[in-house]
């Protein structure tokens, strides 16, 4: 474990200092506050993103590590109808209909939006942390066995929504957990390491929180994981849609798509997104293929998750 812990910090240290960008998006999670932790002698600025009309869990912790850094830090409230005319511009940027993937990555849209519109050319993000270490909450009670497998096919398939948006927006996206150091280092690390028991709770990420949990303060160092539409608010939107679409409306475009697509849509969220979806790049479908989603036709391989849609497991 020392040896192990001693190479995570200074890989990331020299990875952390590598990176250009003077803006780190901030969520006051784990990944992110150890970048600031690196980064604290530059003084960069952060952003959080924090939607306005949403209960959204981020925000005491981004001002927790900008008060412990000493960094300077910018909340961006964005209303509902901010968010709904990013998520048109997220949808055509992923060119897909994933309700939680877009929940997730309109955020880092707004964020990478907000850098572009305040004259910065890169922003630092804490990409890959959750796939190298094991910090997804479903991985959590997973046998030993079952963990080393699903971290390796994590690995092998991870994607970053983020670097796509920041093509299209003109902003370069520095992730220092994804180096090749970093990774090579991530392959190394065995996962009972990765997923361990902390004061009678078990803990993804567990090698990265005990390293750095002298340098971050200790409510981040062992905060839960909260994904982005929960630390921005963003996962208020399922409610939004689900009161202002009613049932009958719902259902007869339930079915007119059904009919006229062969697609299923699962909830009313979806729908708003599909709709989008439609509108620029037409239907789902592939007739090719016979590995396909059973809900909206899309080619998925032999994967038992669909990025088009969303569905898991298929």
Request: proline letters at 3%; hydrophobic letters at 35%.
């Amino acid at each position: 474990m020392e040896e192990f812990s001693r190479n995570l910090y200074n890989i990331l240290k020299e990875s952390c200092e590598d990176s250009k960008a003077n803006l780190i998006s901030l969520s006051g999670g784990l990944d992110s506050s150890i970048i600031s932790y690196f980064l604290k002698s530059r003084k960069p600025k952060t952003v959080t993103i924090i939607a306005e009309d949403f209960v959204s869990t981020d925000l005491t912790y981004c001002q927790m590590i900008s008060k412990e850094m000493g960094l300077p830090l910018t909340i961006y409230n964005v209303k509902t109808e901010q968010i709904l005319e990013a998520i048109e511009e997220t949808i055509k940027i992923l060119k897909n209909f994933n309700d939680i993937e877009i929940r997730n990555n309109v955020v880092m849209y707004l964020a990478v939006k907000w850098a572009k519109d305040n004259g910065e050319k890169s922003i630092i993000t804490g990409d890959g942390a959750d796939e190298l270490f094991a910090g997804y909450s479903f991985l959590i009670n997973k046998s030993e066995e079952e963990l080393e497998k699903e971290t390796r096919r994590i690995s092998s398939v991870m994607h970053f929504p983020t670097q796509k948006i920041g093509n299209v927006l003109g902003v370069t996206i520095e992730s220092p957990y994804l180096s090749k150091k970093m990774i090579e280092l991530a392959e190394k690390i065995p996962v009972n390491l990765k997923v361990k028991e902390e004061n009678e709770k078990r803990y993804g990420k567990w090698v990265l929180r005990k390293t750095f949990e002298k340098n971050i303060p200790q409510q981040i160092a062992w905060r839960d994981k909260s994904p982005m539409q929960d630390g921005s608010g963003t996962a208020g939107l399922t409610n939004l849609f689900d009161s202002i679409v009613g049932e009958e409306t719902f259902v007869e475009k339930k079915l007119t798509v059904e009919k006229t697509d062969s697609v299923v849509i699962r909830s009313r969220e979806s729908m708003y997104y599909y709709e989008i979806f439609k509108k620029f790049f037409g239907s789902p479908v592939d007739s090719k293929s016979n590995e396909v989603c059973p809900y909206c036709r899309h080619h998925v391989g032999e994967s038992n998750f669909c990025r088009m849609c969303g569905t898991f497991p298929i």
